[in-house]
């Protein structure tokens, strides 16, 4: 880390920006080794501003800070890609603003996560190379997002009695945060908490995801569509239930004096 009042370099990719005032902007980035920061941005808005459009959002610079008590002042910044295909897409730009939100998320501030900066730049590169396998993209990325933000969903063995996941349609649990088995989902229905339904070609590439690396593509019948649209509602729901939770936990936090 970084001491406070020194200046530092890294590689960061821009999560979001809002105005501060007529001509500078806060900025929210993920640094590849000093986690997430909000920096200061001056004289962004002017024409004649040194970092111009260098500073929109999922943009991935080299940047150098200044680090300050609160927050770091930007001295300088280098594009190193600005991802242009992405964003003149409407369908890939919609994507790619929800990995940005849910990375911005689920990290804390100047909490490092190396990890979690090459996991989020893999997959706006690889959404570049291959934007017909857009949507997949996002699940598998949504999917190794929650590993490493400590939410490793459960798709392996039932996660309310750890028995196998025998048998046909499976449930996904939002409270248990991973697969009841069929016995479990019936029998003991007000235990496992929110169920989602899902169907066999979903709960494989559940399994698929966990035993695969970020970036490869299921192949034969789990890649078929139906199984691919499933999974990307239930990740958005497995989403949207965490943000929910973080913002809650957040909030709490903010409340205890
Ligand atoms: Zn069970």
New binding site residues.
């Given amino acids: 880390m970084a001491k406070k009042g020194r200046v530092f370099r890294d590689q960061a990719i821009v999560l979001r920006s809002h105005k501060l005032s007529e001509s500078d902007k806060i900025i929210r980035i993920l640094t590849r080794e000093h986690g997430k920061r909000s920096v200061v941005a001056k004289g962004l808005r002017k024409t004649t501003s040194r970092f111009g459009a260098r500073l929109e959002p999922l943009s991935y610079v080299d940047i150098l800070l200044y680090e300050g008590r609160n927050m770091d002042t930007v001295q300088q910044v280098e594009t190193k890609s600005s991802f242009k295909e992405l964003r003149e897409d409407l369908n890939l730009f919609v994507a790619i603003s929800a990995m940005a939100e849910l990375v911005d998320s689920l990290t804390e501030e100047h909490d490092p996560h190396p990890e979690v900066f090459d996991l989020l730049l893999g997959a706006l590169t690889l959404m570049g190379h291959s934007p017909g396998s857009a949507e997949f993209i996002l699940s598998f990325f949504e999917f190794k997002l929650f590993t490493a933000a400590g939410y490793s969903p459960g798709v392996k063995?039932?996660?309310?009695?750890?028995?196998p996941?025998t048998g046909g349609a499976a449930s996904f649990s939002l409270d248990l945060g991973g697969l009841?088995?069929?016995?479990?989902?019936e029998k003991?229905f007000a235990e496992?908490g929110r169920l989602i339904k899902i169907g066999r070609l979903c709960a494989q590439l559940l399994e698929w995801m966990e035993d695969h690396p970020f970036g490869t593509f299921p192949q034969g019948e789990i890649a078929k569509s139906s199984g691919a649209k499933e999974l990307a509602l239930l990740l958005e729901k497995v989403a949207e239930n965490l943000m929910e939770r973080e913002f809650k936990s957040r909030k709490v936090m903010r409340e205890i004096p």
């Fill in positions: 063995f039932c996660v309310f009695c750890g028995g996941l009841v088995c069929a016995s479990c989902s003991r496992t």
